[in-house]
């Protein structure tokens, strides 16, 4: 998933338009992410230690992970298993997106 970066937040491609959309062209022009959202960057921003989500609505992000962040998200999904969860993120999303069984 593309994602936008904005004042220190990772958005979603969906929100990063609609701010893009009603900023205005000096915004624009600017080229810093404090005033216009930057990207889109591919593949959810990138590899991190950590599922990321959209600052703005939640969306989750689809970024790589690195092999800590592998593991800090088998570890998620097998708590969320073992306690039941049935709606946590770790087993609605993110198990099935890192393949985890």
């Not at 800590?68 to 997106?97: C, H, I, M, P």
């Amino acid at each position: 998933m593309n994602v936008y970066v904005y004042q220190a937040s990772l958005l979603c491609e969906g929100c990063g338009d609609k701010i893009r959309a009603m900023a205005s062209p000096a915004s624009a022009a600017s080229g810093e992410s404090d005033h216009y959202p930057q990207g889109p960057y591919p593949e959810g921003g990138g590899e991190a230690d950590c599922p990321w989500h959209c600052d703005a609505c939640g969306v989750f992000l689809q970024n790589p992970l690195t092999s800590d962040g592998y593991a800090y998200t088998e570890q998620a999904v097998r708590e969320a298993r073992k306690a039941k969860r049935v709606n946590s993120v770790a087993l609605t999303e993110w198990a099935a997106f890192y393949n985890i069984k």
